[in-house]
């Protein structure tokens, strides 16, 4: 058995994410030696289907032929080099395309290195921007209930999940935090659109009371994704661009993770018809293979800051490895997959299998709720169906469906009592059937 030798190895000097360690003491680590579309295979030589795209990052499937190619394509000529003064064709070429599929007036691309460090770059651009205009006292975001932006201080600042956020609540900037507008949450009876237009009143009245102290809203649009896959109507979004607009105030759009065709289009936005100030993209923009974020916002915006040096507005922001060329090779070619494959219209088959193979858990007596948007389906695990009244978190009921579906060889990570399908745009029919039964079989053992 090869599996427990580099476990060992690995527990004597890794500490992993998102982990309590001593977890493992009973958990199994599950090292992978290799990867082939949407199959994992641990050094046992068991095999595993990655339902959750190696955390939403995955488009096209592991090892793919394509962006394989390209990637070393590029190591040959150019692996890194310094974007300050100096610049490559890989990032104005994607920088080009991404402008082209985006929603419209979006005309500039600022890179950071990981999505956390985008968020960071949106936040700092918006209150730069204001301070740039003279109105030095927009100093607030506005964010929504269970939302997340990611782990550093700032982006867990703007976030609303307590797991991660009230342990560095002492540490953290204060934002005003508008109630939810997902359809989970709806009366019985009421639709996921009403729900939204009501849910919107309390958001338009703290605009119109704050709107002269805050720098930005900040939504992840249609699905609030490590909040437990919460899901909302795009009327929402539609209703928040003109109140921004109205209030003078930013809208920045978090799509790291629904971005790139999740949600059933391109980007999440087009299903509300609008453009927002900030555009965030990371995880699926590489096709889940390499490290890299990229803020698009407007040439309103960008010159805000473009003056004389001395009159220090400058955005003298920067990482390491900004526009990596390596990253942006994967991100070209995972764009040309886009554009020869049909990869919109074959997901939305998908998406019709996933809805159909699910259907009968709609009426599980342990199912709360399945809700889709597009590739992403999740079911929520309740204890009470009537009542709607989930299992105790104490109970990890979603790390038992997780250990289960790894016996049977599937990747599925439940968030707390939430499990979804996330996975690789490459999966067939037949293995979504078989990740619903699985899921199933899961649930009805625990
Ligand atoms: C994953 C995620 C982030 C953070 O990206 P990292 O690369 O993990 O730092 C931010 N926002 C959303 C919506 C995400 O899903």
Not at 63 to 72: D, E, F, G, L, M
Not at 190 to 195: F, G, L, M
Not at 340 to 353: P, S
Not at 367 to 391: P, S
Request: with cysteine; glycine share 6%.
């Amino acid at each position: 058995m090869q599996n427990s030798k580099i476990i060992q190895r690995d527990l004597s000097v890794l500490w992993h994410p998102c982990t309590q360690m001593k977890d493992h003491e009973t958990l199994p680590l599950i090292p992978i030696r290799r990867g082939e579309g949407v199959w994992l295979e641990d050094f046992d030589g068991k095999r595993y289907i990655d339902a959750i795209s190696s955390w939403w990052v995955n488009l096209f499937g592991h090892a793919n032929p394509r962006i394989n190619a390209a990637v070393r394509d590029q190591l040959e000529t150019l692996e890194h080099v310094i974007l300050a003064g100096f610049s490559h064709e890989p990032v104005i070429q994607l920088s080009e395309r991404l402008i082209n599929i985006t929603p419209p007036d979006l005309t500039h691309c600022f890179y950071a290195d990981n999505g956390s460090a985008g968020i960071e770059v949106a936040l700092k651009m918006s209150f730069h921007y204001w301070r740039n205009q003279g109105l030095p006292q927009k100093t607030k975001f506005v964010t929504l209930q269970d939302s997340y932006h990611g782990e550093t201080l700032g982006t867990l600042a703007v976030g609303d999940v307590a797991l991660y956020k009230e342990t560095y609540a002492p540490l953290l900037m204060q934002s005003l935090v508008a109630p939810s507008p997902a359809g989970c949450y709806a009366d019985p009876g009421e639709t996921y659109e009403d729900y939204a237009r009501r849910q919107f009143e309390s958001m338009a009245a703290l605009l119109e009371k704050q709107g002269d102290e805050i720098a930005a809203v900040i939504v992840e649009p249609l699905v609030q994704c490590a909040g437990g896959m919460r899901m909302y109507h795009p009327i929402y979004l539609t209703l928040l661009r003109q109140a921004c607009d109205q209030y003078n105030v930013h809208l920045i759009a978090d799509e790291m993770a629904v971005g790139f065709g999740r949600t059933g289009t391109m980007f999440a936005c087009e299903q509300a018809n609008i453009t927002p100030d900030f555009l965030c993209l990371s995880k699926g923009l590489t096709g889940g293979y390499l490290p890299m974020a990229v803020v698009l916002t407007s040439n309103k915006i960008y010159q805000a800051f473009y003056d004389d040096y001395t009159t220090l507005k400058a955005f003298l922001h920067s990482h390491s490895y900004t526009g990596n060329p390596l990253a942006c090779r994967a991100a070209l070619a995972t764009l040309d997959i886009f554009e020869q494959d049909n990869v919109i219209e074959n997901n939305r088959k998908l998406a019709h299998v996933m809805d159909e193979a699910t259907r009968p858990l709609q009426d599980h007596p342990h199912i709360g709720e399945v809700r889709q948007q597009g590739m992403i389906l999740a079911m929520e695990m309740v204890k009470d169906k009537k009542k709607r009244q989930g299992y105790p978190w104490q109970e990890r009921r979603g790390l038992q469906v997780y250990q289960y579906a790894l016996k049977k060889g599937a990747l599925l990570r439940p968030l707390g009592n939430v499990i979804y399908l996330m996975p690789p745009y490459v999966i067939t029919p037949e293995q979504i059937r078989q990740l619903v039964e699985i899921a199933q079989a899961g649930i009805d053992t625990i």
